[in-house]
């Protein structure tokens, strides 16, 4: 098997498109998934990791604009032609590092050493690779957001980000939900779901900016609650069905099941939130300043996104300039919470 360094990193790549692509005719089953002006054809095998994509990706609505077409082919060495995935070979690897010599040679890409999990992109042509050991050798949070980052560097490339945040709104109009993991970002929005708002999506959402404004789209479905806020927010009850614990220790479900009408295509984003658990009985908002809103929006929303840090920084400084910033003290029950988002949404202001 062979280990790959920052020398052989491109070449290599290149190897796994190629691979990849080669070996067409052992994908038996191809998923077209049309996005948010992406339609995108995914060849695999039958598998868990189909199953995902299945259930774990939002049909676009009625108002995409879909610009081409990209294929992602999901490979491992169970189909003819593809060989076992190669070992990184330095002592250290920097995901930096990774990514820029991967940039200079016009590609995407993101390792995971555990599993020696390969995502390759050429953004470019719109192909992708992702290679595995296994058809299941996947990490655990794939399919919570399956092919993100492919999504991630496709949307990037047309200037557009996902963000690490949630939504939620009415009548179309929708402020993002940015924090910290434990700050009350999925509690709120599954308050919301609950008590009549919409939403287009918790944990990971597209954000497309341009001269009209900022809009929020719905990528993934899945939702996620620990067991404090599954039992808080009576989910064991309302859910017909619902995940055992998941790699977080937290219970996945789906926006569907909560959501009280079909999603919105999209929403019109007027306001940045940063929740917080407030210990008081009720709810509010406050203005924030958009140095402390940048911070609650985009390390995770970098960090988590393999490549394109520079870019994203850009972005998401844009967009805590362009939107209103607040912090919402979150009270202890979930329809007083909604209440009080509809009730800043309605007003327009805090």
Same mark, same amino acid.
């Given at each position: 098997?062979?280990?790959?360094?920052?020398?052989?990193?491109?070449?290599?790549?290149?190897?796994? *498109?190629?691979?990849?692509?080669?070996?067409?005719?052992?994908?038996?089953?191809?998923?077209?998934?049309?996005?948010?002006?992406?339609?995108?054809?995914?060849?695999?095998?039958?598998?868990?990791?189909?199953?995902?994509?299945?259930?774990?990706?939002?049909?676009?609505?009625?108002?995409?604009?879909?610009? /081409?077409?990209?294929?992602?082919?999901? =490979?491992?060495?169970?189909?003819? #032609?593809?060989? =076992?995935?190669?070992?990184?070979?330095?002592?250290?690897?920097?995901?930096?590092?990774?990514?820029?010599?991967?940039?200079?040679?016009?590609?995407?890409?993101?390792?995971?050493?555990?599993?020696?999990?390969?995502?390759?992109?050429?953004?470019?042509?719109?192909?992708?690779?992702?290679?595995?050991?296994?058809?299941?050798?996947?990490?655990?949070?794939?399919?919570?957001?399956?092919?993100?980052?492919?999504?991630?560097?496709?949307? =990037?490339?047309?200037?557009?980000?996902?963000?690490?945040?949630?939504?939620?709104?009415?009548? #179309?109009?929708?402020?993002?939900?940015?924090? =910290? /993991?434990?700050?009350?970002?999925?509690?709120?929005?599954?308050?919301?779901?609950?008590?009549?708002?919409?939403?287009?999506?918790?944990?990971?959402?597209?954000?497309?900016?341009?001269?009209?404004?900022?809009?929020?789209?719905? *990528?993934?479905?899945?939702?996620?609650?620990?067991?404090?806020?599954?039992?808080?927010?009576? *989910?064991?009850?309302?859910?017909?069905?619902?995940?055992? *614990?998941?790699?977080? #220790?937290?219970?996945?479900?789906?926006?569907?099941?909560?959501?009280?009408?079909?999603?919105?295509?999209?929403?019109?984003?007027?306001?940045?939130?940063?929740?917080?658990?407030?210990?008081?009985?009720?709810?509010?908002?406050?203005?924030?300043?958009?140095?402390?809103?940048?911070i609650a929006l985009a390390p995770s929303g970098i960090a988590q996104m393999p490549?394109?840090?520079?870019?994203?920084?850009?972005?998401?400084?844009?967009?805590?300039?362009?939107?209103?910033?607040?912090?919402?003290?979150?009270?202890?029950?979930?329809?007083?919470?909604?209440?009080?988002?509809? /009730?800043?949404?309605?007003?327009?202001?805090?």
């Amino acid at each position: 098997m062979s280990h790959i360094t920052l020398e052989t990193l491109p070449d290599y790549a290149r190897q796994v *498109l190629a691979m990849a692509e080669g070996a067409a005719a052992g994908y038996s089953v191809t998923r077209d998934v049309r996005l948010p002006r992406l339609d995108m054809a995914v060849h695999l095998t039958p598998g868990p990791f189909a199953d995902a994509i299945g259930r774990g990706l939002v049909p676009a609505g009625g108002d995409r604009q879909a610009s /081409g077409q990209c294929r992602i082919f999901i =490979a491992h060495p169970g189909i003819d #032609g593809i060989a =076992a995935p190669a070992k990184w070979g330095e002592a250290q690897f920097a995901p930096h590092a990774f990514a820029s010599r991967l940039a200079d040679a016009g590609l995407r890409g993101s390792y995971f050493h555990d599993l020696d999990f390969w995502q390759v992109y050429d953004p470019e042509r719109r192909v992708g690779a992702q290679l595995m050991r296994s058809a299941d050798g996947f990490p655990p949070w794939e399919p919570g957001a399956p092919l993100r980052a492919f999504l991630h560097w496709d949307y =990037a490339a047309r200037g557009m980000r996902l963000a690490h945040a949630g939504t939620l709104g009415i009548g #179309g109009k929708g402020i993002l939900l940015a924090g =910290a /993991g434990g700050a009350g970002k999925s509690g709120t929005v599954v308050a919301g779901l609950l008590n009549g708002l919409d939403s287009v999506g918790d944990d990971y959402v597209l954000i497309d900016r341009t001269d009209e404004g900022i809009r929020a789209y719905p *990528l993934f479905s899945t939702l996620k609650q620990d067991p404090e806020g599954f039992e808080r927010l009576g *989910l064991r009850q309302r859910l017909k069905s619902y995940g055992p *614990l998941n790699w977080q #220790g937290k219970h996945p479900f789906h926006i569907d099941d909560v959501a009280p009408r079909p999603l919105p295509a999209s929403l019109d984003i007027v306001a940045l939130v940063v929740p917080h658990i407030g210990g008081g009985g009720t709810s509010s908002v406050m203005p924030l300043s958009r140095k402390d809103a940048m911070i609650a929006l985009a390390p995770s929303g970098i960090a988590q996104m393999p490549g394109e840090r520079e870019g994203g920084f850009r972005f998401f400084s844009d967009l805590t300039r362009h939107l209103p910033c607040y912090r919402l003290a979150l009270g202890t029950r979930p329809e007083e919470i909604a209440a009080t988002v509809s /009730g800043f949404l309605t007003r327009g202001s805090a």
